[in-house]
């Protein structure tokens, strides 16, 4: 009886195991999504999100979202962007600034830099713009803008020197406009007229030792 058994035993282990074969050989090729169109669907409700102004009832991932969605969602980005310049709210602020330096987006750079070196935009906005601006020159580096709203002191920066442009802001943002940026930024720095996170922001990005690739 104990030979029947582990007979029996091993006749079921062995129709387990083509089952188990058979369900991973034949199901996925019926079961398995689309996922390319997926996420064009997914990427189709995110920039609708955005550009209605609705992301923020139940689509607060959409902004995140974008930089997986081509050009078309790198510009709807670049767009919700500069309407967040109005914005004081750091949660609003953290979604849509938050991914913005991980596009590598020339019209995402761009759009960044007119928020911060703009006067019109409210102090948090700026803020939140140029930590934005830092992921382009610092890769690997962060801190919460959020805290950095509340910082005082450029000492409060952590120290960097001789720090590398990243690699896709080398190949989509020109030298020149770098240049220009990096030049507004310091005069923010040293501007008594800034909100003072401003200023204190504006330092940070100053103060990283950015230089351009020999």
């Not at 195991?17 to 079961?31: D, G, H, K, R, S």
């Not at 990427?43 to 050009?71: E, H, M, N």
């Not at 020197?161 to 190949?171: F, N, Y």
């Amino acid at each position: 009886m104990p030979r029947l058994n582990q007979a029996r035993l091993a006749w079921l282990t062995r129709l387990l195991a083509v089952a188990v074969l058979l369900a991973f050989t034949i199901e996925p090729a019926a079961a398995q999504p689309d996922t390319v169109a997926l996420r064009a669907q997914v990427c189709d409700t995110a920039i609708q999100a955005v550009t209605a102004g609705t992301w923020q009832a139940g689509k607060t991932w959409a902004p995140t979202y974008l930089s997986r969605c081509g050009q078309s969602g790198r510009q709807t980005l670049a767009a919700g962007v500069r309407t967040a310049r109005s914005t004081t709210d750091s949660t609003t602020l953290a979604e849509m600034f938050g991914s913005a330096a991980l596009t590598g987006d020339t019209a995402v750079f761009e759009a960044l830099a007119d928020v911060a070196l703009n006067a019109t935009g409210t102090a948090a906005s700026r803020v939140y713009a140029i930590h934005a601006l830092l992921g382009f020159y610092e890769p690997g580096r962060d801190f919460s803008p959020a805290g950095l709203v509340a910082l005082t002191a450029p000492a409060d920066c952590w120290p960097t020197a001789g720090s590398r442009l990243a690699p896709h802001a080398v190949t989509t943002v020109g030298v020149t406009r770098r240049a220009q940026v990096r030049t507004a930024v310091e005069a923010l720095a040293g501007t008594l007229g800034a909100p003072p996170p401003v200023r204190t922001a504006a330092a940070c990005v100053a103060a990283a030792g950015v230089r351009d690739p020999a």
